[in-house]
């Protein structure tokens, strides 16, 4: 499974070694296609320096269509986080929110107001209750693509079915053009 994992980097630097235990926990659930854009800081500025905006933008909107759900890491508030977050519910993809209620910061109401308990989950955590966190939202990701092809092999099946039902009509019409 592709996942996309979104934090803020330029603003949320202090939480670079957070964001890369959250990565750790992701993988053992997929691929983290956005896993290199965490790792630890030289200090020196910024860690993408041979990429320009647009390439930075073009690389994380190809990465962020091509995975399957996105976890983003919402406690550093970013405008960054927020586009990606907006863009994942443009292409319909399942999000989870990741807030650390302990950091004494309050969560934008667009971001938990968004929870659908479906699509879009919210979630106030503590890192010892990220792994159960994990666990459900990938179990309910896994559960819904099973219940998505069962769907796609009851449709198909009713395509078939009409497919043969409209053969054996256009012999019938030849049977009547016959008499």
Not at 28 to 38: D, M, Q, W
Not at 62 to 84: D, F, M, N, R
Request: charged share 35%; with cysteine.
């Amino acid at each position: 499974m592709d996942i996309f994992f979104s934090g803020s980097i330029r603003g949320g630097r202090q939480d670079t070694e957070t964001y890369q235990r959250i990565i750790k926990q992701l993988q053992k659930f997929g691929t983290v296609l956005t896993a290199n854009n965490f790792k630890a800081s030289t200090g020196a500025g910024d860690d993408d320096k041979d990429s320009d905006d647009r390439e930075i933008h073009d690389k994380n909107m190809s990465w962020l269509e091509q995975s399957e759900v996105v976890v983003a890491e919402v406690t550093q508030p970013s405008l960054g986080v927020g586009y990606e977050i907006a863009q994942a519910v443009g292409m319909d993809k399942r999000i989870l929110c990741l807030f650390r209620e302990s950091s004494g910061k309050k969560l934008s109401a667009m971001i938990r107001g968004c929870d659908n308990e479906d699509t879009i989950i919210v979630k106030d955590y503590k890192e010892a209750d990220l792994p159960a966190i994990l666990q459900d939202f990938f179990t309910s990701v896994q559960a819904e693509a099973e219940a998505d092809e069962g769907d796609d092999d009851i449709e198909g099946e009713e395509d078939l079915d009409e497919e043969e039902g409209a053969g054996e009509e256009e012999e019938d019409d030849d049977e009547d053009d016959a008499e």
